[in-house]
């Protein structure tokens, strides 16, 4: 049964060696200034056993970074640092993606380069959460409202930042538009209560989204552009009383745009760890019916697990994160059914090579 997890396929015009994503993940490993590192490209080279790669969260400017150690896509020594990187997760013959990342109102005025408070939909601040500061948790500010002219300054940013991921040889780019970060900011209605084109109706606070589509589609093919969503998760604040409309007519809007994948966080995650389950939770399988591209599902999975829901047709591929920090060769591991490391916390974010690049491969004779 896990045989279907081995079974190649095409994305965006090239081929998959199998159906493993190493999917987003922040480990805060690159410079202050958002250079990526020499340890960055030998952790992706060790996972570069996955068909799809998938880049941890970049950011498209320094507005739209959360914490310190995140690398970027809007310098040229950015660019140039992750040339390196790029190739190493490529070595294998998987597909790279950028993963491209502005959080919106989930970063501080502390980390600001203007020293303001962050930008975001409207003025409302996340409640229920705090800010990771360097002196402990601190409460998240409200943001400075976008204006129209600051709505088409971040697209232009993503479509230069798209333009740089391909300069730096990423095959492709996903949009972060999941787990309260700015794009779901602008979908939920409980972070967005705009009353011009970009908030009120669902089609409104979609706008954001489709616009940056249509500029960085100017600058990579459309088939070269996935979309990350997480439609059950209210993490960092974000809901709304009908998701279900929400991110149905999302996928839709982005079924009709043929893009690369849609790629969806599993119900019972939250930002980065697991949660209760919500009553109203949306099947990754009901949204991805209203989807005729390749799917990716993340969050939870097992192989197991994962050959079923590639065996039901519902999705085409699965991201494994903490699966893949702990086992960087798990596609190899999985198919000689090799035991499965376990994570640890240590190392988790920033820092060296503890917790990051340590983790044993498989020996050769296994
Ligand atoms: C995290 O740093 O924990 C994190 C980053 C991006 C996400 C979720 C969690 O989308």
Not at 278 to 285: E, L
Not at 292 to 306: E, F, K, M, R, Y
Request: with cysteine; net charge negative.
């Amino acid at each position: 049964m896990l045989d279907q997890l081995f079974e190649p396929m095409v994305l965006g015009g090239q081929t998959l060696p199998n159906r493993f994503v190493l999917p987003p993940l922040t480990r805060s490993r690159a410079q202050e200034d958002g250079v990526p590192t020499p340890l960055m490209a030998e952790y992706y080279r060790q996972r570069a056993g996955a068909g799809l790669v998938i880049s941890e969260g970049t950011v498209v400017s320094p507005q739209g970074s959360a914490y310190a150690q995140v690398p970027g896509l809007y310098t040229e020594a950015q660019v140039e640092a992750w040339r390196p990187v790029v190739a190493a997760a490529r070595s294998k013959g998987a597909a790279v993606y950028a993963q491209l990342w502005h959080v919106g109102r989930q970063a501080h005025s502390c980390v600001q380069p203007d020293g303001c408070p962050p930008l975001g939909p409207s003025p409302i601040a996340i409640a229920g959460w705090e800010y990771r500061s360097p002196d402990g948790p601190v409460p998240f500010e409200v943001p400075r409202e976008l204006s129209h002219e600051g709505i088409a300054e971040v697209v232009t940013q993503f479509a230069t930042a798209a333009r740089n991921a391909a300069a730096a040889g990423f095959d492709g780019v996903e949009l972060h538009a999941a787990n309260g970060y700015l794009f779901d900011q602008f979908f939920n209605s409980s972070s967005n209560q705009r009353s011009d084109q970009y908030g009120g109706s669902v089609e409104n606070r979609l706008r954001f989204l489709f616009e940056v589509i249509e500029a960085v589609s100017k600058v990579l093919p459309v088939n070269r552009i996935g979309v990350r969503i997480s439609p059950s998760s209210s993490w960092m604040d974000v809901s709304d009383p009908d998701k279900r409309s929400l991110y149905s007519a999302l996928v839709r809007g982005v079924n009709e745009r043929g893009l690369a994948y849609l790629h969806m966080v599993e119900p019972g995650i939250a930002g980065a760890v697991d949660a209760q389950t919500d009553p109203n939770a949306i099947d990754s399988a009901e949204l991805s019916e209203l989807f005729d591209g390749p799917v990716i599902v993340t969050g939870g999975h097992t192989p197991q697990s994962a050959a079923a829901v590639v065996g039901s047709g519902s999705a085409d591929l699965v991201g494994f994160g903490r699966l893949f920090i702990a086992n960087p060769d798990l596609p190899r591991r999985v198919r000689h059914g090799a035991e499965l490391t376990g994570l640890r916390e240590e190392g988790l974010y920033a820092g060296g090579p503890a917790g990051y690049t340590d983790y044993p491969e498989l020996q050769s004779s296994n």
